[in-house]
Structure formats: structure tokens, C-alpha cells
């Protein structure tokens, strides 16, 4: 670090510059270890690669939408409903099951209204929060509820007969694993060289201070919450490729799952903080512990959410010891 | 003269402070600043040359951040007009006082300690390249002039690629001064810029400010601190109960004088035969 002229009061070492670099980019090396540990004890898992991969698209997306959220200093508990709300709610137009409303058959109505429905739940979001001034926990809360349980007033049998090309965009996986990458570059790009993204990192860092700066926050709280409506309403549809008919319990527990991966890839609890290449690192160290748990031998299904609620915990801990040593560099770092 | 002529006399900008010659920098006159009615600033004149360090001390409550508002256009004057460089002006929003060259740092700095000082610097002004929609931040650029500014406007070599929660008090209060910088003002007002910080820190926030000034930039400090603000204000204005009671240079004064204006408005009688 530079010195200035006799006055600068806080020093760091080499060795501190590598410890938080370390701690930013965490993920990399836990990627790494969890990969050789299910390669030795799991190594079924790997028989293919674009299962895995495949498998991860409705949950990158929603870690996508997570990181978001997060980044900006707020976060959304609403997303896997949304995601299951939508599918259903767009399913139930476009299925000719006995109980659906058959309302239209085209795909591309489909695709409008799933996005539209997404959206629309994120900008109430976002203008809750914003505007009304709820806290973002109790809004996306009370959406969780609400959704979840609409998606159930709906339907309780899978929705069938969807338009072929409607679910062939999730059932394609090259074209799914495709869409989640182009959508991670595409949210890194703008939060890389755009002013909206660095914006969404100010908000994080400082909703004050960006206020100060001239920052419209309440607009860009409303924009962030819609992108992560869209964004998930794309997982839901994703979800229903996936196995071809929309399940009645689609999206339900995803968010700690998304929540997990977000924080594991080293995004900020607190905002402002984070990449979202290291967002990636956590979908996919995700998904190679989903899939472990399935190929398993010794672990059953019904003991896989148990431990995803680790696996979770384990997320918030690691995040935790982060923060502190992160705290005891800077520290250590004032003279 | 005594100090209730003096401080008349500086109500009224055409007869008392025109002793400097040119037009003035900025020229306050007769603001006046209701909010309900409470009367927290009052029929307040004062002409702040160009260059010149002018300090704005008072004691809590005084008016001193009414009046900064006013200027930086947080505020609209209820009553009176300000002028810079001899054209009336009326900022309804501080973006106006910054399109005129008026830029304030706050106390609270404004800052984003996640964030590197150049993005903090350009934060919401970056350097762009490309065309039309399809422009993008050029962080060449961004780093390139966050380090001009950082050394050839401030003289000071910080990496400006530091996050600033690395930053000492001082050095955060440079990248704020830094960041107003960027929008190429003729006039920085800062708010407490010495409030909280060390004797070396106030050091180097003094120097900047005194460097800021050589480059012929008008600075407006508010202030508590006395002691500072006698060593590198060119004048010192005390305000007391929403008006300006006396506009003092720093050798026809001291601490003691200017506490007692700060606290009461007024100079004993000792001090008045003085």
C-alpha cells in the first residue's frame, strides 16, 4: 500500500493482502476440497458432468437473484416462491390437465406470462420495501407465505400437457446450463462497467452515503427486486424443463439453498461486498453436494434436507469466521 | 467600533464587506430561513471573495448548517438572494449549487468503505466510453483521474485502488474533498472537516485545504473547531442565534474572543475597550 507522506496511520502487510484476498475469493479452494472429497467418497457423482450442471440452472439462477438482493444490502426470502408461483400460476393457463384453466396453448404467451408474473411480485417487492418502507425481511416473509400458499390454493396435482416448446427450454440442458452462464455474465458485466451496477454495491455499502452521492435508491431498491422477480420467475421456469410438468411443491425450499450458495461464493451478508463469479463457484459447489447426497449409498432421502440445513449453516459459520478475521486484519492493520 | 455596529454593519454585505476588492465569490444577502416558525437563520449578509478561506463558527444551534445548506442548495432561502460571482442564484437542489460550482462534503464524508477510493471519487459521474446506450465505465479512465486528483489537486499519494475502510480519518476526509473534486467547483464548502480527528489527520486535512486554496479554489468551512479554523481561515464569521454577530481575520483575534462571541453574541466590556 502506498504510504503518504508520514500521515497515513494504518499499515498492512504482504501477508495481510494475501490473507483478504484469501478470504474474498474463498470459495475456490472449499470448491476444490469438497471436489476431491466426492471424488473419493462419491465418485459416482461425477459420471456426468452436464447432469450436475444441468441440475444447478434453477438454482444458479436463484443464487443469482439472491446475490442481488444481496450485494445491495437487502436480501429476498420470496424468491423459491416466486419461482414455484409463477411456474404454477403459468402452468394452470397452458395445461390441458383436468383441473387446469387451458386458457391459451402458445409457448411464447407462456414465456411472456411467466416473466410478467415474475416481475410483477418483485416490483411490489421492491416498492414495499422502497417506497412503504417495510423491512425487506418481513416483506419477502409474508410474499414466501403468500405465494407458497397460492401456489397450493391453485393446485395440488402436478400440471400437465404444457406446449412442448414451452418445457423444452428447461428439458434442453445445454441450452439451460447456456442461459444460467449468459445470465451470470451478463449480471457480473453490468455490475462490473455499468453505473447501475456499481450503484447496487454503493446501496450495499452505504444506502446513506449513495443517497448523498445523488444515488436514486428507492428506484434502484424497486429495479434490484424486479430483477431478482424476473430472474427467479426464469428458475421456475427452468424447473418445470426439468421433469416436464409443474410439481406441486416447485421452488419450495430453494431459498436456502440459493441463500447458501450466495453466501458460500462470498457474497456479503452486509451488502456491498462480493462477486458474482464467486456466486457461481457457490451454485456449483451446491449442486455437487445435492448431487453426492443423491448418489450416496449411506445417505437417504429423506435425510437430504437435514443436511442441506447444515450444509447451510455451515455457509453462515464459514461467513462468520470471514467477517471476523476480515475485522482482526483491519485491526491489526491500525498503528 | 464596537461589536454591535460591526455586527450591523456585516448584516449588510454593499456597505461593510466590500472592502475586498472584485466581485465576490459568493454573496449572500439578507438570507433569511424559516422552518415553521422557528427563525433558524435571520437576515444574514456576507460576501466570501474568491480564494479565500472563509470559516463559518458557531456554537450548536447557531445556524451554521442552515446557512451551509442554503448555499449548497439543501436548502431554499425563505427570504434573501445569493449571488456568485455577481449573478443572482437559486438552488433549489444541491445538483443545481454542483452545476454551478458549489460542492459540499458533508461531515459524514459519504462514503462507501466497501468500495476503492476511485470508485468512491466517480461514484455516479464515472468516465464512460462506447456510444449511445451502449456505454460502459472506463476504469482506465476512472483510476487515471481519481490519481491526477489524489496527487496533482491534493499532493497526496494514496493507492487509489485502497478500499476505504483501510482509510484513516484524515485520508477518508481527502477522498470526500477528493470526490468533489471530480466535479471541477470553483467552491467546496466543507462541514466539520476536522471534527473527530487526530492531531495528524487534522494536520493533513488543514494542508489540503490550504493547498486547495493556493489552486484558487474558494473554501467555506464550518466549524467547531476554533483553534483550526484560526490557523488557516482567512476570516472567520461567528454566528450566534441564526445571525452573523462579527466577521473576525484570524490576527485581530483569539480563542477566547471568539468563544465568548460563539456563546453569548456579544464581547465583553473589557474586550470592547480592547
Known amino acids: 500500500m502506498a504510504t503518504d507522506q508520514g500521515f497515513i496511520d494504518r499499515t498492512f502487510g504482504d501477508r495481510d493482502d494475501v490473507m483478504l484476498t484469501l478470504l474474498d475469493n474463498m470459495i475456490w479452494p472449499i470448491l476444490g476440497l469438497v471436489l476431491i472429497g466426492v471424488l473419493v467418497l462419491v465418485p459416482q457423482t461425477f459420471r456426468s458432468t452436464e447432469l450436475i450442471l444441468w441440475g444447478a440452472v434453477p438454482i444458479g439462477l436463484l443464487v443469482l437473484a439472491e446475490s442481488l438482493c444481496l450485494l445491495s444490502g437487502h436480501f429476498d426470502l420470496s424468491i423459491g416462491s416466486i419461482a414455484g408461483f409463477s411456474a404454477m400460476f403459468t402452468g394452470m393457463i397452458l395445461g390441458t390437465c383436468p383441473s387446469c384453466w387451458g386458457l391459451t396453448t402458445s409457448p411464447w404467451i407462456g414465456f411472456a406470462i411467466i416473466l410478467l408474473v415474475g416481475s410483477l411480485i418483485g416490483l411490489v417487492n421492491g416498492v414495499m420495501i422502497a417506497k412503504v418502507g417495510l423491512n425487506p425481511f418481513l416483506q419477502t416473509l409474508a410474499f414466501l407465505i403468500i405465494f407458497e400458499g397460492a401456489k397450493t390454493a391453485m393446485q395440488t396435482q402436478p400440471v400437465t400437457g404444457l406446449p412442448p416448446l414451452y418445457t423444452r427450454v428447461g428439458a434442453t440442458p445445454r441450452f439451460a446450463i447456456g442461459l444460467m452462464l449468459v445470465a451470470f455474465l451478463i449480471i457480473g458485466l453490468v455490475l462490473r462497467y455499468t453505473s447501475f451496477g456499481q450503484a447496487v454495491y454503493a446501496l450495499g455499502s452505504s444506502e446513506h452515503s449513495a443517497r448523498e452521492v445523488g444515488i436514486d435508491t428507492e428506484r434502484l431498491i424497486i429495479i434490484i427486486y ?70 450416496s449409498p449411506v445417505v437417504g432421502a429423506t435425510q437430504i434436507q437435514m443436511i442441506n440445513g447444515i450444509v447451510l449453516l455451515a455457509a453462515i459459520l464459514l461467513y462468520s469466521t470471514q467477517s471476523k478475521l476480515r475485522s482482526r486484519i483491519l485491526a491489526s492493520g491500525a498503528v | 467600533m464596537s461589536v454591535e455596529e460591526e455586527g450591523t454593519l456585516e448584516q449588510h454585505p454593499t ?247 460563539m456563546t453569548t453574541g456579544t464581547l465583553s466590556s473589557g474586550r470592547l475597550d480592547d
Do not use: C
Open chain 1, 226 to 295: 424486479t430483477i431478482s422477480g424476473i430472474l427467479s420467475a426464469i428458475a421456475g421456469l427452468m424447473l418445470t424443463g426439468f421433469v416436464g410438468v409443474v410439481p406441486p411443491l416447485i421452488g419450495e425450499g430453494l431459498v436456502f439453498q440459493a441463500f447458501a450458495g450466495a453466501v458460500i461464493g462470498g457474497i456479503s451478508l452486509y451488502g456491498g461486498r462480493g462477486m458474482i463469479t464467486g456466486a457461481l463457484g457457490g451454485v456449483i459447489l451446491i449442486q455437487v453436494i445435492q448431487s453426492a447426497l443423491n448418489n
Open chain 2, 15 to 261: 456597505e461593510s464587506n466590500t472592502e475586498t476588492a472584485g466581485t465576490p465569490k459568493i454573496r449572500a444577502e439578507n438570507l433569511t430561513k424559516q422552518f415553521g416558525r422557528i427563525v433558524a437563520v435571520e437576515d444574514v449578509s456576507l460576501d466570501i471573495q474568491s480564494s479565500e478561506v472563509f470559516a463559518l463558527v458557531g456554537d450548536n444551534g447557531a445556524g451554521k448548517s442552515t446557512l451551509m445548506n442554503m448555499l449548497s442548495g439543501v436548502h431554499e432561502p425563505t427570504k434573501g438572494q445569493i449571488y456568485k460571482d455577481g449573478q443572482p442564484m437559486n438552488f433549489s437542489n444541491p445538483s443545481e449549487a454542483r452545476d454551478n460550482g458549489i460542492e459540499t462534503v458533508y461531515q459524514d464524508l459519504a462514503l462507501m468503505d466497501d468500495l476503492d477510493i476511485a470508485t468512491n471519487i466517480f461514484m455516479g459521474q464515472f468516465p464512460r466510453t462506447g456510444f449511445g446506450p451502449f456505454q460502459i465505465i472506463d476504469w482506465d479512465e476512472t483510476y487515471e483521474r481519481a490519481e491526477q486528483i489524489m496527487m496533482d489537486q491534493l499532493g497526496r499519494d494514496l493507492d487509489i485502488k485502497t478500499e476505504v475502510e483501510f482509510l484513516s480519518g484524515g485520508q477518508r476526509q481527502l477522498v470526500a474533498i477528493g470526490r468533489s473534486l471530480a466535479f471541477d467547483p470553483d467552491v467546496i464548502i466543507l462541514d466539520e472537516p476536522t471534527s473527530a480527528l487526530s492531531v495528524d489527520a487534522t494536520r493533513l486535512v488543514q494542508d489540503t485545504i490550504d493547498t486547495l486554496a493556493d489552486q484558487g479554489i474558494t473554501i467555506v468551512i464550518v466549524s467547531h473547531n476554533i483553534e483550526s479554523v484560526l490557523k488557516h481561515a482567512d476570516r472567520i464569521g461567528v454566528l450566534y442565534r441564526g445571525s452573523i454577530v462579527d466577521i473576525k481575520q484570524p490576527e485581530e483575534t483569539d480563542l477566547e474572543e471568539l468563544n465568548e462571541l
